[in-house]
């Protein structure tokens, strides 16, 4: 099942499968399709509420479908604090693989669910932005959203 919902960083669509989401996409244009189930209902009003600032953490059922790599560095991702960034070599260290930072690096571009385990709180050394399968200026919108800090 699908939904897609408006955002300030445009059309979000999410999957459900199973009763888990396992992908958020940004569709261009698109028109919003209401959710049609009650756990996509319940992630729109959570990404609304993340959206307006209301909402620091996400309480939803993920499963994002990838290598064991990327999911020991999609975890890592979730420990990641509401408004706290860390670097690609910190993300590694998390993950008990401190040599793996490039490797790290293209496993958060593969995540299936930006936002929701969020990539988007990993930068560069340094301070620098790094890279973002969704845009940096949609990186630098979330960034700007929880206030963290960052150099262009």
């Known amino acids: 099942m699908i939904c897609r919902m408006d955002s300030p960083l445009g059309i979000i669509t999410l999957t459900e499968e199973s009763g888990a ?75 008990g693989n401190p040599a793996a930072c490039r490797a790290v690096g293209g496993a958060n571009g593969k995540n299936p ?4 385990i969020p990539c988007h709180r990993v930068i560069a050394a340094g301070g620098r932005l790094g890279g973002y399968s969704c845009g940096l200026e949609r990186k630098i919108l979330l960034l700007n959203l929880e206030k963290i800090p960052f150099l262009r």
Request: with cysteine; proline share 11%; charged share 10%.
């Open 21 to 95: 989401l396992t992908a958020l996409d940004f569709t261009p244009d698109s028109v919003p399709l209401p959710p049609a189930s009650p756990l996509l209902q319940s992630a729109c009003l959570q990404l609304e509420e993340y959206f307006s600032g209301s909402r620091k953490a996400f309480s939803l059922p993920l499963s994002p479908k990838g290598t064991a790599f990327q999911q020991r560095v999609w975890q890592g991702l979730l420990t990641i604090p509401y408004g706290k960034s860390i670097t690609y070599a910190q993300l590694a260290q998390i993950i």
């Open 113 to 116: 669910l930006p936002i929701l």
